[in-house]
């Protein structure tokens, strides 16, 4: 058996394996207990000196094993350690569970995903690493956009694990700083302060979109700029081979 039928099976076995603890663990009521913010926020405390780790560590879970929400790990980190380490914790945490995903889908899946497109991989949107890495760091402003589906599905392009990181990390900031905020301002009880946070959070979600509108709209100048300039050239060609 190849190389990557054995990575093959052992991505099915993983996933099975994943899918079953899941399934398990979801409908105990200690589960849905540790999901639940007020009691996420008291375990985290009472954890003391571990608590960052154990924030950071469910985080990481939470990218890697996708059907596990982060949101609400966010607003707790939020909750008990303030707006700056709080989306310190986060960060770290989120970065460090899309690294390992993307690790896990290029070390199984990269090699057999290779195999089947071979060349056609490198070619056109696919095969530039700039390209690649702007849709990466755009979908990580996108908070619909499924956080963990990108990054194993960003281990199966060439896209650099460098590129990649720096990409998730910078697209990731925003989101975190505002998940952490939100938590800490729900922590306050303080109204209009949560408002202005809810309102910051739709503000980054609508900026991948102004961004897009931007580039299309000095797009569409270029090319127009263009035509004018092609369409002068012509004039000036045509008279120009005119006989007196």
Excluded at 59 to 81: D, E, K, N, Q, R
Excluded at 86 to 101: H, N, S
Excluded at 167 to 186: K, N
Excluded at 230 to 237: I, K, L, N, R, T
């Amino acid at each position: 058996m190849s190389s990557n039928w054995v990575k093959l099976a052992l991505a099915f076995m993983a996933l099975g394996a994943t899918a079953f603890a899941y399934w398990h663990f979801s409908g105990s009521a200690s589960f849905e207990k540790l999901l639940d913010g007020a009691t996420l926020r008291t375990t985290v405390e009472a954890a003391g000196g571990w608590g960052p780790v154990l924030v950071v560590g469910l985080m990481t879970i939470a990218v890697v094993v996708s059907p596990i929400p982060s949101a609400p790990i966010a607003l707790t980190a939020g909750a008990a350690y303030g707006h700056l380490w709080g989306t310190v914790y986060v960060l770290l945490g989120a970065e460090l569970g899309a690294l390992i995903a993307f690790g896990i889908a290029r070390l199984l899946g990269y090699g057999l995903v290779r195999t089947w497109f071979g060349s056609r991989l490198d070619v056109g949107l696919l095969g530039s690493q700039n390209i690649l890495m702007t849709t990466v760091f755009l979908t990580r402003l996108m908070p619909f956009v499924s956080f963990d589906i990108v990054s194993y599905a960003a281990g199966l392009t060439s896209l650099t694990l460098w590129r990649f990181g720096l990409a998730t990390f910078a697209g990731i900031v925003p989101a975190s700083f505002l998940l952490a905020h939100f938590g800490g301002e729900i922590a306050s009880a303080d109204a209009s302060r949560i408002m202005m946070a809810v309102f910051a959070l739709g503000a980054v979600t609508a900026l991948p979109f102004l961004i897009q509108a931007v580039r299309k709209k000095y797009a569409d100048r270029g090319n127009r700029q263009n035509l004018a300039r092609d369409c002068g050239a012509d004039g000036v060609s045509d008279r120009k081979s005119r006989p007196e």
